[in-house]
């Protein structure tokens, strides 16, 4: 194995700094020989916070004890997680965006104070992989993605159940159309256990995604996190780490501006997260490499819909696994000429090569995953919306609806609350366009997301009925007429900020159009009359994100100055 980064420092090589350097390890239990060995970072998620995180610390072990066995030292540190699930419609959900910042500090500043020669990443819930993966960038050196692992659906009256059922149940409870004892028992059976959210929702799209890129291993972005596969993909994804560390393969090498749109064109295969916009635009960022948001719409544009996955679908990702996982769904695209097949992955084989074995065609016996000639839609689903409510861009998420074109009435709110009490309180009708701002990344602070009120929409049959914008983001498990990430926000005098209760507004998926249709001398008068609100935070993380934070259009990163 070559010389660790370790040893190649000279502040711990030379003379009388050494011996003070080696004392920490001695206490530690390491032996001299030890310090021949590669020092192997092992950021670890665990927490009892949630569901998505509580059934790491068996893959940390297994890493752990993969790195020791083969021949690295681990060097165990911690990452902390927020739970969106949980942290929904509430203040806390402010923190979510905050902590894939913090989760990305966490790794490169333990990574590079600590000199370590690669990194294991292992993580559930949402923000994890964001973070963690913007964290081995800034770091660069050779690192690999382990995920939690998917969670497998509850069960109720012989229907599978997952955390989206439990957000539609209150909605549906609200329009009289569910029982409180009904809510109650959907509650307690949605989440059978540990593992991240079932569907292609966020964790999923980005643990798909990173497999896509190369950063993780094959298959292991939808196994589920209770299944003995999981833990043995974690030893494995150890060993292979050792090996790029020997061949001295690093994020960058394998992070380009080909393996993103790899990357890319999975999510939109696969029907994934609006999120994945937000946080691809910030892990290019993280690498250097130049990728914008009309990227994903030229993406689109080619790429089409081949997976029945929930939100907007029928299947989970455990029923995705379970018919070839994302190398089937890579293989079909490939064979269309949608993937570029010479893009490196951490196993050190390209992207071509990794898939040769993988059948051309999925199971006949199937629906999950359907042949390119059969898509669900031509297109893909994440679909970027300009015009003067959003000239910086914003993401709409097209799949399940039957026709993706509104004009209505604005109804206007300044907070998440207000508008979800409208939703339930039977306020919003068919035809409207609901507002929802000063909710983006400066504004919320923190860009919190909406499925609070988008679960409420569904749940009350109002759907495809009633349209949402707003500058704030989307749930993974949202679906319906909405754009969210509306760019510039509202907290600096984006045009969503100039909407008035009953403006019309149009959302036209098909013309690529987000428009409020009131004259340019309105809009300019209103302007002139617009201040800006004081900052809801002070001090603290909210306050420093408010501060830093880049527009969403720019992935919302803290860094870009």
Not at 24 to 41: H, I, L, Q, R
Not at 308 to 325: C, E, F, N, T
Not at 346 to 365: N, Y
Request: proline residues 5%; charged residues 20%.
């Amino acid at each position: 194995m070559s010389t660790p980064r370790r040893l190649r420092s000279a502040h711990i090589t030379q003379g009388a700094e050494r011996a003070p350097n080696r004392s920490m390890y001695y206490a530690m239990g390491y032996t001299e020989e030890d310090f021949s060995k590669p020092m192997v970072g092992v950021a670890n998620g665990y927490s009892t916070i949630t569901p998505c995180n509580s059934g790491l610390q068996k893959l940390a072990d297994a890493a752990i004890n993969a790195i020791e066995t083969n021949g690295g030292n681990a060097q165990v540190f911690g990452t902390p997680t927020v739970s969106d699930g949980m942290a929904m419609g509430t203040e806390g959900m402010k923190y979510s965006l905050v902590s894939r910042e913090v989760i990305s500090d966490c790794v490169e500043t333990c990574v590079q104070g600590q000199w370590m020669d690669g990194a294991v990443v292992i993580g559930g819930c949402d923000k994890n992989m964001p973070g963690g993966m913007m964290g081995m960038l800034r770091a660069n050196v050779p690192s690999i993605y382990v995920y939690g692992g998917t969670i497998l659906p509850g069960r109720l009256n012989g229907q599978d159940l997952n955390i989206v059922s439990v957000f539609e149940a209150v909605g549906e409870n609200a329009a009289g159309r569910m029982s409180d004892d009904q809510l109650k028992e959907i509650e307690k059976h949605a989440i059978p256990g540990c593992g991240s959210c079932g569907g292609m929702y966020t964790a999923n799209t980005m643990s798909s995604a990173f497999e896509a890129m190369g950063m993780s291993l094959p298959y292991s972005s939808t196994m589920a996190n209770v299944e003995d596969e999981k833990t043995e993909s974690a030893a494995e994804s150890a060993r292979v780490l050792l090996k790029a560390i020997e061949m001295d393969l690093k994020p960058r090498d394998i992070v380009t501006r080909k393996s993103i749109e790899n990357a890319v064109s999975v999510i939109m295969a696969t029907g994934g997260s609006t999120n994945a916009v937000l946080h691809f635009l910030a892990i290019a960022h993280a690498a250097d490499v130049e990728w914008t948001i009309d990227d994903f719409e030229r993406v689109r544009q080619r790429v089409p819909v081949i997976c029945d996955l929930k939100p907007s679908g029928h299947y989970l990702a455990i029923d995705l696994h379970r018919v070839g996982g994302i190398p089937q769904v890579m293989k079909l695209l490939l064979n269309a000429g949608l993937l570029h097949g010479d893009c490196i992955t951490i196993t050190g084989q390209t992207i071509a090569e990794m898939l040769a074995d993988v059948p051309d065609t999925p199971p006949a016996d199937q629906d999950v995953i359907r042949t390119i000639d059969k898509a669900l839609y031509a297109k893909g689903h994440l679909a970027i919306l300009k015009g003067n409510l959003s000239p910086g861009g914003a993401v709409a998420k097209i799949t399940g609806l039957k026709n993706p074109v509104i004009t209505g009435p604005a109804r206007v709110f300044d907070d998440e609350q207000s508008a979800l009490k409208a939703i339930l309180d039977g306020k919003i009708n068919a035809g409207d366009v609901m507002v929802l701002r000063y909710l983006g990344p400066k504004g919320g602070p923190g860009m919190p997301e909406m499925l609070a009120p988008t679960g409420a929409l569904i749940g009350a049959g109002l759907g495809d009925s009633v349209g949402l914008i707003t500058d704030g983001r989307f749930s993974g498990g949202t679906w319906g007429m909405v754009v969210g990430h509306v760019c510039p926000e509202a907290a600096v005098g984006g045009t969503i900020a100039l909407v008035e209760e009953g403006d019309s507004i149009t959302i036209d998926a098909h013309q690529l159009v987000l428009q409020l249709n009131v004259s340019d001398d309105t809009l300019s008068a209103r302007r002139a009359n617009w201040k800006a609100p004081e900052p809801r935070y002070m001090r603290g993380v909210q306050a420093k994100f408010a501060f830093n934070a880049s527009p969403a259009s720019s992935g919302a990163v803290l860094d870009a100055f």
